[in-house]
T-cell receptor, first 111, second 113 residues
């Protein structure tokens, strides 16, 4: 089974609202990453948080990591129509140099 | 900058045919990987490589072969295509190390009939 599982599977919010997506994983990791995918295109890297970090910011993105709960959240503030996409968390195992993806959250921003 | 280039973009195969999906990167990345994405789902890792001459299996390796003879290229071979291999295939690359971010190609949409 996949390393990361995301919640919710789909999220629809009004433009200007904040969007929060959660990711849980199963084993020890080196880092956790978030990616965005627009309409079946290739994924674009958004942000990486290391296992010894608890919070990281990049523009309107805020990521938290709780290694004791094996979970992470991605917050997008002041959402825009262009944020409509699928968002995936991905983890790199401590034991191997490979990146495993979660199932994703489909985010829709209503005008 | 080319980044990660996948060819072809679209392919239709008949059951039992073989083919190779090409992936090339020009960023001198050590790490390369192949994923498949089925409709409405996340990406599943097929095979990956941490350098020329080194490959390893991912989550769903059966029915696929890879080799890494150069740093730039990481082809994915389907030995005998099956309808269950209908999917979108993504190649990704990244720098070596424990904090690698992946750079993706635009994908190959494969249909097996």
């Amino acid at each position: 089974s996949q390393q990361g599982e995301e919640d919710p599977q789909a999220l629809s919010i009004q433009e200007g609202e904040n969007a929060t997506m959660n990711c849980s994983y199963k084993t020890s990791i080196n880092n956790l990453q978030w990616y965005r995918q627009n309409s079946g295109r290739g994924l674009v890297h958004l942000i990486l948080i290391r296992s010894n970090e608890r919070e990281k910011h990049s523009g309107r993105l805020r990521v938290t990591l709780d290694t004791s709960k094996k979970s992470s959240s991605l917050l997008i503030t002041a959402s825009r129509a262009a944020d409509t996409a699928s968002y995936f968390c991905a983890t790199m195992y401590s034991s191997a140099s490979k990146i495993i993806f979660g199932s994703g959250t489909r985010l829709s921003i209503r005008p | 900058n080319a980044g990660v280039t996948q060819t072809p973009k679209f392919q239709v195969l008949k059951t039992g045919q073989s083919m190779t999906l090409q992936c090339a990167q020009d960023m001198n990345h050590e790490y390369m990987s192949w994923y498949r994405q089925d409709p409405g789902m996340g990406l599943r890792l097929i095979h990956y490589s941490v350098g020329a001459g080194i490959t390893d299996q991912g989550e769903v390796p059966n029915g696929y072969n890879v080799s890494r003879s150069t740093t730039e290229d990481f082809p994915l071979r389907l030995l005998s295509a099956a309808p269950s291999q209908t999917s979108v295939y993504f190649c990704a690359s990244g720098k070596a190390g424990m904090n690698t971010e992946a750079f993706f190609g635009q994908g190959t949409r494969l249909t097996v009939v």
